[in-house]
């Protein structure tokens, strides 16, 4: 689904494609509210077309900008973008379950008690649309791989929790202990556990206690519950704020990976290894695989030096396996093998020409969709090249 993302500094604004024609702007009365730097208050319209969308400035101070000129109207296909006061807007793909999230936090404007307040309700998402921006941040962090520590407590904060925490099953508890493998705040008192734990539900629960109240999560096909815990007098949070609470729970039951003990290596079953690596014992290896252990539970881009013949490939495929993209394709290809002019070819795809009769050929990003690229020599790689390829990294998209 195409949505339109506008982008200053590390703030992120996401909105659907409006039905009708609508107006963007800073105002908190525009259909798409923008309150970004630079952003006039009612700056321009905005109107869906196929495939594309029409934006026509209103005499805005700062207007449209692309290439370094003032546009009065540009129409954005899907990865252009444009300047609008001091961010760029631009069209891009997303999942459908992106969109419904920023639409439903935009219209959340319900009296939500703070909790510990005696006083009047305040609203849950403040008028310049702070949560909100806060809340797709945390998202997009969620999906490059951020700690889960730091999740947690942005979660805390948006949640206005007393405490959350990851738990393990109960199985896998060590008697006397917590069972928790992430927890921000205090932890909870051990019937709020057991009362949590009681019954699985694919959707957040929330309980009412005499102590405190919960949410937990914690569906049959899950190997972790999520739990946060609120003051007894705090009011039940609004749908988005469950929402938000299960994406990140369901998230991290997929991603996250304990930490080993203080002293100790990462157990080998945590990493999986190709047949031709052989992990051996010395103090050099056992500092390479605590390394990898974190490395491969997240979906950060990873840079692995060492000369020729070190077993680099070894290194890239054990993380692919290892870690969340181990069920897509791993791909690899040597940089320094294949002259420049033919190798942006081979990672970008090439298109069909009728003059030439070249039949349209994806590449090697396309086809490593959902898995890994492994990237042999990139030091080898021509300037110009590595500029594309930053590009690609950074955006985390290319034209299909």
């Known amino acids: 689904m195409l949505r339109l993302v506008a982008r200053f500094d590390r703030l992120e ?6 039905k009708a024609p609508a107006v963007l702007g800073a105002d908190p009365s525009c259909e798409l509210h923008l309150p970004l730097p ?3 208050r009612r700056h321009a319209t905005v109107t869906r077309e196929a495939g ?35 961010a760029t807007l631009t069209l891009e793909e997303t999942s459908t379950a992106d969109v419904e999230l920023g639409a439903a936090l935009q219209r959340s404007r319900r009296p939500v008690a703070r909790p510990g307040e005696t006083g009047p309700a305040t609203p849950d998402l403040d008028s310049d649309g702070t949560a909100m921006r806060e809340a797709m941040a945390l998202v997009r962090d969620l999906q490059r791989g951020a700690r889960g520590e730091e999740i947690l407590a942005r979660l805390r904060d948006l949640l206005e929790a ?32 057991a009362s949590a734990l ?16 919960t949410v937990s999560w914690w569906p049959a096909s899950a190997t972790r519950a999520c739990m946060a815990t609120f003051p007894a007098s705090s009011s039940q949070p609004s749908a988005w704020q469950l929402d938000l609470f299960e994406h990140v729970a369901e998230v991290l039951d997929r ?21 031709e690596f052989v992990a051996g014992e010395s103090a050099a290896m056992k500092k390479l695989l605590a390394v990898l252990e974190p490395t491969a539970s997240s979906t950060l881009d990873v840079l692995i030096l060492g000369e020729t013949g070190t077993g680099k490939e070894l290194v890239a495929r054990t993380v692919h396996a290892s870690g969340p993209t181990a069920g897509g394709p791993f791909v690899a290809i040597n940089c320094a093998a294949i002259p420049a002019e033919l ?15 070249v039949d349209p050929r994806p590449g090697l990003f396309v086809k490593a969709d959902g898995g890994s690229l492994f990237l042999d020599e990139i030091g080898d790689m021509a300037d110009a090249l590595q500029a594309k390829l930053l590009r690609a990294l950074q955006e985390r998209e290319v034209w299909a």
């Open 198 to 213: 009681a019954n699985r539900s694919d959707r957040a629960q929330w309980r009412a206690g005499a102590l405190q109240n």
């Open 162 to 193: 007393t405490a959350i925490g990851v738990m393990r099953p109960p199985e896998a508890r060590v008697s006397g202990e917590i069972g928790f493998e992430l927890l921000v705040g205090p932890p909870p008192a051990e019937e709020e556990l």
């Open 52 to 86: 594309t969308v029409r934006i026509v400035d209103l005499d805005s101070k700062n207007g449209l900008g692309r290439g370094g000129q003032r546009l009065a109207e540009i129409v954005l296909a899907p990865g252009e973008r444009v300047r609008i006061g001091r």
């Open 38 to 40: 630079g952003v006039s």
């Open 13 to 18: 604004a996401s909105f659907a494609l409006p």
């Open 255 to 275: 991603t996250h990976r304990p930490p080993g003990r203080p002293g100790s290596r990462p157990a080998a079953a945590t990493l999986v290894f190709p047949e």
């Open 343 to 357: 190798l942006e070819a081979e990672l970008f795809g090439v298109e069909a020409r009728v003059a030439t009769g």
